[in-house]
């Protein structure tokens, strides 16, 4: 059984970080790429960042372009995301993924992957 299992959300305030990480079971991150999704209430779900299979592109949303930082440790089965200079409006709940094979993943589309995990809150206050 595929699991994805996300940790490091917390409580912030504006200018703080924090540190996603998302550990793999039942399933070998290295086959694909992985992503960084968020949903804030009454918003629909959307790309943050995402990592190809081998950690050799990166791509980000716009909107946290030189703020957060996808990675990857695939001997761990684990992908990280660091967030620096959080705002408010980052506040959501962020979900870890993996991409269906074949997919665009770097256009940041939910329709683009598969496996998702729980979800961690995040909340940054001002």
């Known amino acids: 059984q595929v699991q994805l299992a996300e940790s490091g959300g917390g409580s912030v305030q504006a200018g703080g970080s924090l540190r996603l990480s998302c550990g793999t079971s039942?399933?070998?991150?290295?086959?694909?790429?992985m992503g960084w999704f968020r949903q804030a209430p009454g918003k629909e779900r959307e790309g943050v960042a995402a990592?190809?299979?081998?950690?050799?592109?990166?791509v980000y949303a716009d909107s946290v372009k030189g703020r957060f930082t996808i990675s990857r440790d695939n001997a761990q089965n684990t992908v990280y995301l660091q967030m620096d200079s959080l705002a408010p409006q980052d506040t959501a709940m962020y979900y870890c993924?993996?991409?269906?094979?074949?997919?665009?993943?770097?256009?940041?589309?939910?329709?683009?992957?598969?496996?998702w995990g729980q979800g961690t809150q995040v909340t940054v206050s001002s």
């Open positions: 993924t993996a991409a269906l094979p074949g997919r665009l993943w770097s256009r940041l589309l939910p329709v683009d992957f598969g496996y």
């Open positions: 039942g399933y070998t991150a290295s086959w694909s790429a």
């Open positions: 990592i190809s299979s081998q950690g050799g592109r990166t």
